[in-house]
C-alpha cells in the first residue's frame, strides 16, 4: 500500500468547467451569436406586426390629409367662382347704363348724357357701398396712411 491517504468523492474538488478559448467574453452571453429563444421571437414578431400596423396607419393618416387639403383648394376655388360671378351680375345694370350714357353722348344730347353719367356714378356707388367701400374724405389734403 502507498501512504498517500484516500479520498472519498465527496471530498474531491469541484470538477471546474472547460475554458472557452474563442476570445473575450462580451456581456452575459458571450461573444457568439445566441439564437433567439422563443419568447425573443414572439417578441420580435409582435414588434414587427406592431410597427407595420402603425405605419399602415401612417399612409392612411398622409392619404387622408392630401385628400384633404387638395378638397380645400377646390372649395376655395368654388367660393371664390361664386362670390366673382356675385359681383359681376351686379355689375352688369351699372354697365348697361353707362351703355346707355355714350349712347346719348353719340346723339349729342348732353342734358342725358350728364343724367346718363350721374345715373351711373349712383349705382356703381351704391354697389361699391353695398360690399363695404366707403369714402374717406380728404379735406384737401391726401395722406397715402390714411386715403
Not at 58 to 86: G, I, P, V
Not at 119 to 131: I, Y
Amino acid at each position: 500500500m502507498t501512504d498517500e491517504p484516500q479520498v472519498t468523492e465527496e471530498e474531491q474538488p469541484a470538477a471546474k468547467p472547460p475554458v472557452r478559448d474563442s476570445g473575450p467574453v462580451e456581456g452575459a452571453r458571450g461573444n457568439r451569436e445566441v439564437p433567439p429563444t422563443p419568447k425573443d421571437q414572439v417578441d420580435v414578431e409582435a414588434l414587427q406586426a406592431e410597427r407595420d400596423q402603425l405605419f399602415d396607419r401612417l399612409q392612411r393618416l398622409a392619404a387622408e390629409f392630401d385628400n384633404y387639403r387638395k378638397r380645400n383648394a377646390r372649395e376655395q376655388l368654388a367660393l371664390s367662382e361664386r362670390a366673382n360671378e356675385r359681383l359681376v351680375k351686379e355689375l352688369i345694370p351699372v354697365l348697361d347704363d353707362l351703355g346707355r350714357a355714350l349712347e346719348a353722348a353719340s346723339e349729342h344730347e348732353e342734358a342725358k348724357l350728364e343724367e346718363g353719367v350721374r345715373l351711373v356714378h349712383r349705382a356703381l356707388a351704391d354697389l361699391l357701398a353695398k360690399e363695404g367701400l366707403a369714402e374717406i374724405e380728404t379735406d384737401g389734403k391726401f395722406d397715402p396712411h390714411v386715403h
